[in-house]
């Protein structure tokens, strides 16, 4: 049997990617990468911390309160090239989205420079 | 160049010889601030639908499984108290238009073209939640459901035309407004706000649709910047992935108009409009 129990000590710690999913995607095992909260005419009728790992019974939870999205933090196994490409192909498409306009004004300038924050997440 | 010369009055009497505008979501609008009358249309409206009928008990019975054991809930007034009556009501008047755009709808038409609009009213509804504008979400998603219901009818008159116009509109970077005009002397915009007019849809939902690509012209109007951003992010974040997503401009008034300022605080409300997007459009496939 090969002893590996070195390489696993030194390999870094698994990356994340945070993104919003609708709660039909949500899956036990999932962590939420923000609170979860629900309020309904003004009262907090459920509170998931970040960091909770989703189990049977608060998906239930986010079902019975009828919560229509979460934040979570999806492992991120893709290798260093692969996010590279990945973050590559968004922007260029982005520029295709944004190719007629104005870069150099201010509003478009702002809009363009938060969804490529928010794509390259 | 389209052979008819495009009016109001045209606009109107062809669209009359098609289909009949939903009269639940006028009956909805009209009565929002009735609770009682709108839950009485509500119900009644959906009870005579059995798809709808089926969605809302389906995601009822999914909500109430855990507290209410093995007891399937078959009653619409039940399952609106269980999910909510705006869930309800949404989930309605999506479905509603939905049957209607389907019913008006050339052969031919994207599959994108209703996607399209389940984001733009997706996100319009997000705005009115993330924005301190005085505007009714029900209105927000109606207008957000409609606002390229004049594309449609220009595809019912001249399909060739509009494929033309929309590679034009790709390749010269011009907004479709511009081409449209150029190609049938108006744009689906003007021809929507006039279909809204038409159909007797409340003020604001008309100056939304009617200016969603310039809302310089009507920013009095809380709905209409609002509509208008609605769209420009349906298109920046590329939601349904359309080759025709497209910014060419962003109307600094109407950023100034809604207190928008573009920084990270504005990601959680992306990731909203992609999810809730995603999931409505699930949904109505």
Redesign the interface.
Known sequence: MIDDSNEMADAPPMRTRP??????DAREGMTLG?TATVV?SGILRLSLPAGHILNEDSL??L????A??I?ILEPDRRSDQQVALDASQAAG??LQ??????LT????A??????L??RS? | MAALTITRENAAEISGKLASFPHFVTEILRTLDDPDANLKILVEHIQRDPVISARVLSRANAAGSRTRGSAAIQNIYTATSLIGMRNVREMTVISSLASFVDSIAPPGLPVTFWQHNVAAGVCSVEMALHMTAPVSIDAALIAGLLHDIGQLWLYRMDPAGCHAAWAEANTSNSGIDIVEREHFGVDHATIGGWLAEHWSLPANITAAIAHHHAPDEALHEPLVPLVYIAEVLSNALDLTGRDENRVTTLSAPACKALGLVWNAELRPLFGRMEARSRHANAMFQ
């Open positions: 993104h919003y999913i609708p709660l039909s923000a309904k239930h939870q079902k019975a309160h009828q229509e999205f934040f498409r982005l989205i944004f190719s007629g306009a104005d004004e201010p509003n478009i702002g809009l363009f420079d938060q969804i924050a928010y997440a």
